[in-house]
């Protein structure tokens, strides 16, 4: 169970291992983009959810700290959130997903950003506690940042373009 929280010792890395999570959230998500495309994307992101919150759950029974930070689980299926929009216009656009390379960017700066700062509803989920406490406020997180995504993507193609 370590070792998928941990996303096989990922989660050890310093510093922020949340960091090192989302980093190799992105050439995961674009493996599984290039295997089935945006909805192979969505299926094994709803897999490490559930998987994160069972190995989670395991490997804080009677803790009293619920969220160590080498549990990096929850930043993979939330990155992968946050890159739903780039690899859904991409294949609905029938294009290579890293030709949409700034949404790559912006997801995963944002992302980092609504992960740490923990704002509004990312807060909240975060204050659930235990194990959908620690995967929800990362799926909260990624939320925001895909919309955040679409916002920056439609301006650059409304305004820029």
């Known amino acids: ?4 929280a941990s996303v096989f010792g990922v ?12 980093a190799v959230a992105l050439p995961l998500a674009w493996g599984i983009h290039q295997v089935g495309g945006f ?11 559930l998987t994160g919150y069972i190995a989670v759950q395991r490997l804080t029974a009677g803790q009293a700290h619920s969220d ?3 549990i990096v689980i929850d930043e993979v299926a939330g990155q992968w959130v946050a890159l739903f929009p780039v690899s859904y216009g991409a294949t609905m656009m029938s294009i290579d997903v890293l030709r949409l390379w700034p949404g790559w960017i912006a997801a995963f700066v944002l992302f980092r950003l609504f992960d740490i700062r923990k704002p509004w509803l990312v807060g909240r989920a975060d204050r659930h506690g235990g194990p959908l406490g620690v995967m929800l406020d990362d799926i909260v997180a990624g939320v925001f940042a895909a919309v955040g995504v679409v916002v920056l993507g ?5 305004v820029l373009i």
Not at 1 to 4: D, G, R, V
Not at 11 to 22: E, H, I, N, R, V
Not at 39 to 49: E, G, K, Y
Request: charged content about 5%.
């Open 1 to 4: 169970m370590k070792w998928i």
């Open 39 to 49: 909805w192979l994307l969505l299926n094994v992101t709803i897999f490490v959810f």
């Open 154 to 158: 439609t301006l650059y193609h409304v």
């Open 11 to 22: 989660g050890f890395l310093k510093p922020g291992p949340g960091t090192w999570g989302s």
């Open 68 to 70: 160590p930070g080498w």
